[in-house]
């Protein structure tokens, strides 16, 4: 009998006893083993070459590699469903170490991804879908886009400037590697007007069109060919060159047929929607006060630390460009100033020189005159390459900016068209209620069907709104990334051409100082 008492429990009653002894010290999974049934063992992985035996024999608290491995939601829904006792999902649960390594993981990994787990696995994948996205676009971006000869077609106030935009690609979506075609200003601001009503709202961030200058287009059509003029002009080709570029960089908007006709067919409908004194002109500055209203009226309690950051982050962004923009603007102008005044001393160099009795003195004065002539070519250089190196960038990042705000401005009407409608169909409940407590069945089934289809419209709203928070943070993503190439690339160029500029500047001051050595 003392023998018997002696004997080791059969192995059923081993693991029923460690069993309980896990939930007596941890109290953990209680209600799910309240009532465990026995199923067919399952395949075990490929994996793992243990025997059922094995698992249930030495099996008392996490494995770390199979806790990890396994999505939080896995974890959470093991602790709410039957299991069987030699199935492998006891793994996650039982497994060699000692059992209180369970302690400190099960309260985090189990609860508080699911508050991040949206955003997080949103913004993880980002550089997948990316990635996804640049392989289905030919996998390697091989394409310029330039807008050249600038003419200028018709007379009078009927007239308008026509440029030619070149394509050269090798992507396969095009079906020649380089074609041609001529377009005005307009059909560059009506692609925009297509392509922000098509994506804006959704969160896709579109590059901005070249403003209007009804004054400088004005000069080119009633003036003739000056030098303000021909700075408009080029200022103008420069600038949509810039916008083309940005727009086919951008996967989504690249494949879309209406940036395909405008780079490939001969003809394109006119845009007749773009002029600014035109009935859809004033009917988008009537459509712009009214967002400024909405925005001014709508407060939506925003639930997402990531875009409550972005959102500030972007306003002290364009506060800094801005200013940054404005400063460099001023600098430009000065440097003109620079370059004229420079031109006028070299003028008034060589006359005096011109009239100095004394040889080598009046040698020195013309030699200097030819210097400071040079020297002003390099100013406008210079001036050159403040505007369309740096001031240009900034005042592109400006306007981008804006559009990004754009997309935020639209998140919010798509959440408050959400709770609107979720507005809307609490009110019906309401009114059913009211109709089934005043005996009304002729009604009841008309407000029933409005009940149905608007919570259709609510869980619609519901998906629209995670869908364009979702596209948001992914186009976040690029831009940033496009950003810091961007300023990359232009300071670096910006910067050389300040070095190049100064070290001609060093070797033409260097040639002259024997001449002025020289005056005896």
């Known amino acids: 009998m003392a023998d018997s008492e002696r004997e ?13 002894e896990i939930e007596d010290e941890e109290d953990l999974f209680h209600s799910p083993f309240a009532s465990k049934e026995l199923d067919p063992p399952s395949p075990e992985p490929a994996s793992l070459d243990l025997d059922a035996e094995e698992v249930s024999t030495n099996s008392n608290g996490p494995k770390k590699d199979s806790l990890f491995d396994d999505d939080a939601e896995d974890l959470f829904a093991e602790a709410t469903v039957e299991v069987s006792l030699e199935s492998p999902e006891r793994e996650p649960i039982l497994s060699d170490g000692p059992s209180p390594a369970i302690t400190p993981v099960t309260p985090t990994a189990m609860t508080t991804p699911r508050m991040n787990l949206a955003h997080d696995d949103l913004f993880t994948h980002t550089g997948e879908e990316e990635e996804e996205e640049e392989e289905e676009g030919g996998d390697i971006f091989d394409m310029h886009i330039s807008v050249s000869d600038p003419e200028k077609v018709g007379d009078g106030m009927n007239a308008y400037m026509a440029y030619k935009v070149t394509t050269k690609s090798s992507m396969s979506i095009f079906n020649k590697n380089e074609f041609s075609v001529r377009r005005r200003f307009s059909d560059f601001l009506g692609l925009h007007s297509k392509l922000a009503s098509k994506y804006l709202h959704i969160g896709y961030i579109v590059p901005p069109a070249p403003e209007k ?32 570029m940005r727009t086919v960089k951008h996967p989504v908007l690249l494949k879309d047929p209406d940036v395909m006709q405008f780079l490939e067919s001969t ?37 997402d630390a990531w875009f409550e950051e972005k959102q500030q982050q972007f306003e002290n962004l364009d506060l800094q460009l801005r200013k940054l923009h404005a400063s460099v603007e001023s600098l430009v102008c000065h440097r003109k100033e620079l370059s004229v005044n420079t031109a006028s001393f070299a003028k008034s160099a060589a006359m005096l020189g011109n009239s100095e009795d004394h040889t080598a003195l009046s040698r020195a004065l013309s030699q200097l005159a030819e210097v400071e002539e040079k020297i002003d070519l390099l100013h406008q250089d210079q001036a050159h390459a403040d505007f ?6 900034l005042g592109d990042y400006v306007r981008l900016i804006t559009a990004v705000k754009g997309v935020f401005d639209h998140r919010i009407k798509t959440w408050q068209k959400w709770q609107d409608t979720q507005l809307l169909l609490q009110k019906k409940r309401e009114a059913e209620a009211k109709l089934q407590f005043n005996n009304k069945p002729d009604k009841l089934q008309q407000a029933k069907d409005e009940i149905k289809e608007l919570e259709g419209k609510v869980q619609q709203g519901e998906r629209d709104f995670e869908q364009v928070s979702k596209t948001i943070r992914k186009e976040i ?3 940033e990334k496009d950003r810091v190439k961007d300023f990359k690339v232009v300071i670096i160029e910006y910067l050389e051409s300040l070095v190049q500029t100064q070290q001609q500047l060093i070797k033409y001051w260097e040639a002259f100082l024997p001449e002025a050595k020289a005056i005896a």
Do not use: C
């Open 388 to 393: 369309y190196l740096f001031s240009e960038l």
């Open 267 to 303: 003809e394109l409908p006119r845009a007749v929607s773009t002029q600014a004194l035109s009935g859809a002109g004033i009917l988008r500055m009537v459509n712009k006060a009214a967002d400024a209203v909405n925005k001014m009226t709508i407060k939506m309690n925003e639930s």
């Open 477 to 479: 993503s690029r831009f």
């Open 8 to 20: 080791p429990p059969p192995l059923g009653e081993a693991d029923q006893t460690d069993f309980r």
């Open 213 to 244: 200058s009804i004054v400088g287009m004005t000069k080119v059509k009633v003036g003739k060919e000056d030098q303000s003029s021909n700075e408009f002009v080029e200022k103008r080709r420069y600038a949509l060159e810039r916008y083309l």
